[in-house]
């Protein structure tokens, strides 16, 4: 037998009322109002989208950064050229062409053009192959090239596109 001072008998023999707080029916009182939420809602959809847009804008200016095919060679050296051009023969430039005249065209080779390199003080003639014919060019026009020179010091143009 159990004795009548036991938690069980207790509980059955004179249940006690339930406590009950004066507060439990009312609303609470600290919560997140709706028009907060959706601001900050609104504030974090605006701040991922942001964040998106840099991360696109830094890709797309990376990717020309980073498929330039001139982005690796040397700037072309005019002074070196000018003092041996044999030491040079065979080496890839790039440079930034100015066009100032043409001197004359054949059919099957290319143009053979005079121009200005990146300084601008240093007058070069260029042999642009006839892959090019379809890009015009007038005095004044400036382009970005991959220069190669060649037997003789004459500089062919392997890569031209408008600057």
Request: net charge neutral.
């Amino acid at each position: 037998m159990e004795s009548p001072n036991s938690n069980d008998a207790l509980n059955q023999d004179n249940p006690s009322p339930q406590v009950r707080s004066p507060f439990s029916d009312s609303k609470a009182s600290i919560g997140v109002p709706r028009a907060a939420f959706s601001t900050r809602g609104l504030i974090w959809g605006a701040v991922i989208t942001l964040a998106v847009v840099i991360i696109a804008g830094i890709a797309i200016f990376s990717m020309g950064l980073f498929f330039n095919p001139l982005r690796t060679l040397r700037e072309f050296p005019a002074q070196e050229y000018y003092d041996n051009h044999a030491t040079l023969q065979g080496t890839r430039y790039r440079s930034n062409l100015t066009i100032t005249g043409q001197i004359g065209w054949k059919n099957d080779l290319g143009r053979l053009v005079n121009c200005t390199s990146g300084d601008g003080k240093s007058p070069l003639v260029v042999l642009i192959p006839a892959k090019f014919d379809s890009i015009p060019m007038e005095a004044g026009e400036h382009f970005q090239a991959e220069l190669l020179v060649a037997e003789g010091g004459l500089i062919k143009v392997n890569f031209l596109r408008p600057k």
